[in-house]
């Protein structure tokens, strides 16, 4: 199994210049260096900003979001996408922390939504805390939209490498080495085998999520090797429900494989990680799950967390897989967004399972006033709220991005709390 | 005190399903249970009248609780009491919405049904005291409802001690500890033996056993109904694409086909344009009247009833679900055709 080390350098300001930079935590965006990264016949041009946070900005429509990570002159992440499969695995990466790449604007089938860089949606969004690259684009004169998204992702992709390499010089904050998962077979010391299964949303164009390039629609779960997740083997190009979307960036930075690795040898062992797609037939769903049951068995995992992307369709995929790993023996956890109304009164599950155990990451429909800011930067109106972007609203939950992150990257819950009756 | 109470037509005994299509009515003094919480609320409350409307006419209008509120007040009622609906969906829908509607002009009101009942979430902010599953719990639902009706006399509101039924709700939150770290936490407790703990409580499906299979297809009434949100092109009356608030109805009498072009669906849950090429896809209008043609069925019902499931609450599913079968069973359909997407 091959060893990554995280080579970090923290990021603390960003902001836009004649050469792109990285000197003392302070990124400087080369202006014309970003926008020659997204040349391509399907898009007219590109404008690059920055938002860093505290500031009074709204991101309206963002789209996908990567973090800056380069393996050095010699290339290797994003495989599948900018970078070829079959290049050694592992080594270092390097890692602008605190730094984040994403698009934003109008995409067919992209449900709009929005980072807020101040105030309340800026707490519950992994973005409201990164010093973001903003990529506005226009869509080239005749070009259709497929084309548009993959040369924005194309864009977005190396646009976190050329990043990232400015900073392969500097002296890291810190490093970070990542443990292979525990061989099946081997002894743990008592310690239980605990590992992640991560479905992946495989519903066509704009509803997908590509590993090594390709759409994991049709293929059967398998066992995946966590150090090339982090090395961007797994992107997105899903923009469902926003707040219910796993972005590139959540990937790179897996919170599941993370938390797992941070207690391992200590509490448990961390056995590793299956990926699963979403498919959308039941009798497809059920085989999903039931052979992902077996991988993780075969595997040697006592428990498993299971996590998906999406709602509804995708509440089935989780909860189905709750189900035959507890039928099988194992353990398991689901992390799921609670749909109980705006009053928080409804029922809180579409799909259950019959047992097993479920963390919440947050109610889709509680409502959160936010407000106004000084600049908006993806659109100038808010169609979810029927107003200006940088206008004071309401919006649900679901429509920041990142806020109920099924792979558990928010710090949202929800209790039960029994409404006060009178007298 | 003076009450007036309400019970559906089967209570009244005015008959059963047979009799569910009937209107609102007035009868005098007590009937049914009535009669039971009479004694039990004691000769200090008098039950002056009993409302009576068929399940399937109250559930099908949603203005009927505003009427029957103002037979209520005609009667001289002090205090509304609705119920007990037990389980059942459409009975509970009314006597949900019934003492809504009589909060709502400042008459005092308490609906009795079970907890689980679908119609429960439309009775606002109206109490609700708890009823047994079924009619065999009837003498100890009525002994809490006759104790609600003491404590409402005394001019004090109802509490969960009372057998009101508390609304749990679920309050999102901030936490230190991310969701990931929250799940590690989790499945290690789990390992060690907790196997009651988690954030959301789980199981409590409903599972629905189908219905015996139509006798004579081929002289029933067929309906369809859809969630696949297809409305006429350019959607008159914005149904919503996510998260469905309400239902909408569509008349279809003499349509053979649903034309591309003239029909359109708007669920955001699935790329449409696939059934927007050929609406009879989703509502599969065409063939149905092809089989009506051929007397494979009796006849097509004339209208069709709409909503999107895309996201849409359970609680508001199960509600749509009470009102479409009342609305069906009320025009004499015996089966339905539910496209889902």
Known sequence: MSVLRRVVHEVRTIEIGTATRYQQHRLVVGRAQAQALFADPALASVRVHVAAPGDRTRIVAPLDVVEP???GPGGGAFPGWIAPVNRPRGGDTHVLRGAA?????????????????SGPAAERSPFGRTNNVVIEFDRAEGACWQDAE????RGLLRLAVHLADAAVDASPDVIEELAPPHRPGTSTGGLPRVGAITNLQTQGAFKD???????????????????????????????GHPALRNPTYIHQNHPVVAELCARDGQDLCFAGVVLCPEPVEQAHKELVSTHAAWLCRAAGF??????????????????????????DGLTAVALYAELSGADGTGPPLVAGPRRGAVVSTGNYDQRIGLPAVERALGGARLDIADAEATAAVEVPTAAILGALSPLGAGWLTCRSEQQRLAG | MRIVHYVNQFYAGLGGEAEAGIGPRVLEGTVGPGRLLSQLVGEEHEIVATLVCGDDYAASHTAVGEELVGMARAAGAELLVAGPAFGSGRYGLVCARLVAAAEAVGLPAVASMHPDNPGISEAGAAPVVAAGASSRQMRPTLQAVAGAIAKLATGAKLTVADGRVARVARVGQLVDQRAAARAVELVLRRLAGDREGTEIPVGGFDVVS??????????????????GALVPAGNPDRLESARATRWLRYPIEGVDSLASGVWESVDGG????????????????????????????????????VTVGNGTQVASARRFGVEWAAELRKAGVQAAILTAT
């Open chain 1, 302 to 327: 006592d428990a498993a967390i299971v996590t998906k992307e999406g709602a509804g369709n995708a509440d089935n995929d989780l909860m189905l897989k709750v189900d035959a790993l507890e039928a």
């Open chain 1, 69 to 71: 990570r380069s393996k």
């Open chain 1, 209 to 239: 999520v590509f590993v090594y390039g390709r759409s994991m629609a049709g293929s059967l779960p398998t066992l995946f090797d966590p150090v090339e997740i982090e090395d961007g083997a797994v992107v997105s190009g899903q923009y």
């Open chain 2, 270 to 305: 699935f790329a449409t344009t696939a059934a927007n090429a050929d609406p009879n896809r989703i509502v599969p209008l065409d063939t149905v009247r092809r089989l009506e043609r051929e007397g494979v069925i009796g006849r097509l019902y004339n209208e069709l009833l």
């Open chain 2, 210 to 227: 189908p219905s015996a299979p139509v006798d004579k297809v081929a002289s029933a009434t067929v309906a369809l109904v859809t969630e």
């Open chain 1, 150 to 153: 993959v040369a924005l992702r």
């Open chain 1, 101 to 117: 790449v994403l698009a934003a604007g109008y995409l067919p089938r992209n449900q709009e939504g929005l980072i807020d860089m």
